[in-house]
């Protein structure tokens, strides 16, 4: 039904693969999220002990991810966004069935080789195979900004089943709400190979070359620069207020347990609502104008955030974030890849993302101390400083 749906709004068969892989996937993904940490603690593992597993699966990633962006724009992007797949699966499937301190370290870095294998391989797939069947470019810019929306806000609506998912398979031991997802992402990365065509970028060196071009060409183009400031000032001021809005709601409401998972439920369909949005927005007032709009809405929102304590506005806020959150990647992505040479796309985008993931590591620990110095009356204000930065990069970025 999802199929004939696609079908008929006039996508692409690639994109009608994105789409429909991108829910599976994200539906799939999401299951282990509410167990994995209590999984481990319950297997025995001491909270210092998750943290050094943590540890080392983002040192994993950011040691591996621009690299196998070089390898999957010479040997394929979707062949090496499928193996990301299956590592990720297998990863899943070791730390459910390991109970050796060792074996999970060793899962930690299979895991974190299959994140980096898969960032920025299937965008860049799907990007380039349009290219491909589309070039005339205002109708190829339409079909990214739809695929991009329909994309993740079905993942976002997706995921909310995955909650359910999740508890009815830790229902039977804690251990299958990680268990099961493994296995199905390993099917998955296997039925992904085989459909569909394969690409790659356009130069055809090794991945050491494109690597290497790559960053030559990252630090020449100014334009490109200042799209990657803009986008580590949106990663790390969205993720200030992803490891804060919890503890928020909390100490200032004493928001019960219970009502989290409802509010979280309402906060994915915030965001699918406005991914849905995003391009018929974008078709009046253009990408540009789109984050404009976002990122203004973004910096207003998190000012109201910080200085109301009123409890329906507050929640109201939280909901009016996501929803601007929802709105922003469509064209933020597009905008991206429109800038990024087809043979260097996905080695640009790991690049990206190995940056977004720095900019996590860094913001962490970061929040935490201006949450307890300066408290929620200032942090989300900064934060909304950040937006207005992040906005007048991005804005210099199109500019010029």
Not at 54 to 60: A, C, Q, S, W
Not at 104 to 121: C, D, H, R, Y
Not at 135 to 141: F, G, I, L, S, T
Not at 342 to 362: F, K
Request: aromatic content about 12%; glycine content about 8%; overall charge positive.
């Amino acid at each position: 039904m999802l199929r004939k749906l696609l079908k008929q709004r006039g996508l692409p068969r690639a994109g009608r693969i994105y789409i429909v892989f991108s829910g599976l996937i994200s539906l799939v993904y999401e299951i282990p999220g509410a167990y994995f940490i209590l999984m481990l603690y319950k297997f025995g593992v001491s909270p210092e002990r998750i943290g050094f597993i943590l540890l080392v699966y983002h040192i994993t990633i950011l040691l591996f991810d621009y690299p196998t962006g070089a390898i999957a724009d010479r040997f394929g992007r979707k062949r090496t966004y499928c193996l990301g797949l299956v590592l990720e699966g297998s990863a899943f499937v070791t730390f459910s069935l390991a109970k050796d301190y060792s074996v999970m370290l060793l899962a930690a870095v299979i895991s974190g080789l299959g994140v980096a294998n898969m960032s920025g391989s299937f965008v860049a797939w799907v990007v380039d195979e349009i290219r491909e069947e589309v070039r005339e470019e205002a109708r190829y810019k339409d079909l990214m900004i739809s695929i991009f929306s329909l994309a993740g806000g079905l993942s976002r609506a997706i995921s909310i089943v995955s909650s359910f998912v999740a508890s009815a398979l830790a229902s039977f031991a804690i251990h299958i709400a990680v268990l099961v997802p493994g296995i199905l992402l390993i099917v998955t990365g296997l039925v992904l190979m085989v459909v569909g065509r394969e690409n790659y970028g356009s130069l055809r060196k090794s991945p050491i070359t494109i690597a290497v071009d790559g960053l030559k060409y990252a630090f020449k183009e100014k334009r490109f620069l200042l799209c990657t400031a803009s986008y580590c000032l949106i990663f790390g001021a969205f993720w200030a207020f992803a490891i804060t809005w919890q503890i928020f709601l909390s100490d200032v409401f004493r928001l019960s347990r219970e009502s989290y998972g409802l509010l979280y439920s309402m906060m994915l369909l915030s965001a699918s609502l406005g991914s849905f949005l995003a391009p018929l927005i974008s078709k009046r007032i253009s990408e540009k104008g789109v984050l404009t709009l976002v990122l203004a809405g973004l910096a207003v929102s998190f000012v109201i955030l910080g200085i109301t304590r009123e409890f329906i506005t507050s929640i109201a806020t939280i909901l009016l974030i996501e929803f601007w959150s929802g709105a922003m990647l469509p064209p933020l992505r597009t905008v991206l890849n429109l800038l990024i040479p087809s043979e260097y796309r996905t080695s640009l985008l790991s690049l990206i993302s190995s940056v977004g993931s720095l900019t996590r590591a860094l913001v962490s620990p970061l929040a935490g101390v201006m949450l307890v110095s300066l408290g929620y009356s200032l942090l989300y204000p900064v934060v909304a400083f950040v937006w207005i930065v992040a906005l007048l990069t991005l804005r210099s970025a199109l500019a010029s």
